[in-house]
């Protein structure tokens, strides 16, 4: 099996969205910084409830699916199709917004952690239109698996093989055919796994320092960061002077035009002429 090389480094800057929810972002920090299909991944994580408490109020998607992955705190979802969905310490949500969502996610606490990440998801220009879909997932249904030396992964998307078993996270068989797992290793565990050799992957680091690649050609990736892996068929991975903690995520490239225009992700500027007047008319969501 060919390993995967860390390909591009690219370091999480602060930035603030919703009502000014300060948080860091990595994939997605500058126009055309994608790795196809994920368009943006943004870490939000501190203590101080002034960087978070006045949440994300209302607003609109159209065009492509967001994952919201929780570490620590407490966060309501409520959206126009009357979904309400409590996003708690150890749990997720995944929303695909097709043709249009209006939805909120409000702090649930007044101290205390927040912590977490959302991931953006792209859609293929045949489902860019179909009804909005959303999925609240308890932490006791997601999956985790023990890993050699005492390592663990999480699996919210995709299978995890280990030593020929195979366990399935949450969501399977969507068109971008998505793998999302949170690893946890302990101070020089190492993690291997694979890779459909097709598809786009890189590894965020939000905790320690993680070694990547074959030995011969490793490349450290230091907290914080995004490391895009090239192509290959198996990933390698070791931690490095302490704990190391990150997610893996790998997916089906479209290979489509992107054009985003804030919340919107279409394929085309008409499309996204067309979504900004559908949401100023009100039909949006129609």
Request: include cysteine; proline fraction near 6%; charge should be negative.
């Amino acid at each position: 099996m060919s390993v995967r090389r860390l390909q591009q480094v690219i370091q999480s800057v602060p930035t603030s969205d919703g009502a000014g929810v300060k948080l860091r972002r990595s994939i997605g920090s500058q126009r055309g910084l994608y790795v196809d299909p994920f368009l943006m991944l943004d870490e939000f994580s501190t203590d101080n409830p002034d960087d978070y408490i006045a949440g994300f109020p209302a607003h609109p998607h159209r065009g492509f699916e967001t994952v919201t992955y929780m570490l620590d705190g407490h966060l309501l979802h409520e959206d126009h199709l009357g979904n309400r969905g409590d996003l708690k310490s150890g749990g997720a949500q995944w929303m695909t917004a097709g043709r249009g969502i209006i939805h909120s996610e409000m702090p649930q606490q007044r101290e205390g952690r927040m912590r977490g990440f959302q991931l953006w998801v792209n859609l293929p220009a045949a489902e860019k239109m179909k009804p909005a879909w959303y999925r609240d997932i308890e932490p006791r249904e997601i999956p985790q698996v023990t890993l050699g030396d005492g390592g663990t992964a999480k699996i919210i998307a995709g299978t995890v093989n280990i030593a020929g078993e195979a366990t399935d996270g949450v969501i399977i068989g969507r068109t971008t055919e998505p793998l999302y797992l949170d690893v946890e290793l302990p101070n020089g565990a190492p993690f291997r796994h694979a890779i459909d050799a097709g598809h786009s992957a890189f590894i965020y680091l939000y905790e320690g320092v993680l070694q990547v690649g074959a030995t011969e050609d490793a490349r450290l990736l230091q907290t914080r960061c995004a490391g895009v892996l090239s192509s290959g068929d198996e990933i390698a991975v070791a931690a490095e002077g302490g704990a190391a903690r990150f997610l893996l995520i790998a997916g089906k490239p479209i290979g489509e035009p992107v054009v985003q225009y804030g919340p919107f992700v279409m394929n085309t500027h008409d499309e996204i002429e067309q979504a900004v007047r559908d949401y100023q008319n009100g039909v949006l969501t129609a």
